[in-house]
T-cell receptor, first 111, second 114 residues
Framework: QKEVEQNSGPLSVPEGAIASLNCTYSDRGSQSFFWYRQYSGKSPELIMFIYSNGDKEDGRFTAQLNKASQYVSLLIRDSQPSDSATYLCAVNANSNYQLIWGAGTKLIIKP | NAGVTQTPKFQVLKTGQSMTLQCAQDMNHNSMYWYRQDPGMGLRLIYYSASEGTTDKGEVPNGYNVSRLNKREFSLRLESAAPSQTSVYFC?????????????FGPGTRLTVT
């Protein structure tokens, strides 16, 4: 069964520090990787996607992909209290329309 | 451009009642999805529609039916609600297969079945 694993947390990080969120996946055929942010009581919001090995930067966010080790990570630099949320990792299910979702990591940024 | 809209936002049903959750997208996306989210369980796919006129079961389809009315609209029906269907329901859409797999979500419907 194809799986995406995340540490449920909570992960507590001081304001201004780097938050590091990790995700592992089981399907070696996966090619597209996504990070969503979900505030309490709200819907998931796409913040990053990555298709190639290596790093992809967007503002304070960096997604890192290592297909050989089957993990993808999200770094948040200069963490702000507004970054406190649950972060969901999603991976495409090879050759079909579905995304496979992790259960999410709860991130708390402490002022 | 409203993105993905869902109605209603909240609903309370008694066991055995039926209801339909409505979803519409204005992004001209091909694929649409219905998920449920329970505490600690993450998102679970109920049904999806790859294109107008087609629907397929996801991970947890029992107790639900769907209709892809046209390219914009995808509805989810509970024929006889059960307390186990108390959850938050999200509709999502995607450009796939025209473009990437990324999905965009509606605001959700909070359903309580008593």
């Amino acid at each position: 069964q194809k799986e995406v694993e995340q540490n449920s947390g909570p992960l507590s990080v001081p304001e201004g520090a780097i938050a590091s969120l990790n995700c592992t996946y089981s399907d070696r055929g996966s090619q597209s990787f996504f990070w969503y942010r979900q505030y309490s009581g709200k819907s998931p919001e796409l913040i990053m996607f990555i298709y190639s090995n290596g790093d992809k930067e967007d503002g304070r966010f960096t997604a890192q992909l290592n297909k050989a080790s089957q993990y993808v990570s999200l770094l948040i630099r200069d963490s702000q209290p507004s970054d406190s949320a649950t972060y969901l990792c999603a991976v495409n299910a090879n050759s079909n329309y579905q995304l496979i979702w992790g259960a999410g990591t709860k991130l708390i940024i402490k002022p | 451009n409203a993105g993905v809209t869902q109605t209603p936002k909240f609903q309370v049903l008694k066991t055995g009642q039926s209801m339909t959750l409505q979803c519409a997208q204005d992004m001209n996306h091909n694929s649409m999805y219905w998920y449920r989210q329970d505490p600690g369980m993450g998102l679970r796919l109920i049904y999806y529609s790859a294109s107008e006129g087609t629907t397929d079961k996801g991970e947890v389809p029992n107790g639900y039916n769907v209709s892809r009315l046209n390219k914009r609209e995808f509805s989810l029906r509970l024929e006889s609600a059960a307390p186990s269907q108390t959850s938050v329901y999200f509709c999502a859409s995607s450009e796939f297969p025209t473009s990437g797999y990324e999905q965009y979500f509606g605001p959700g419907t909070r359903l309580t079945v008593t």
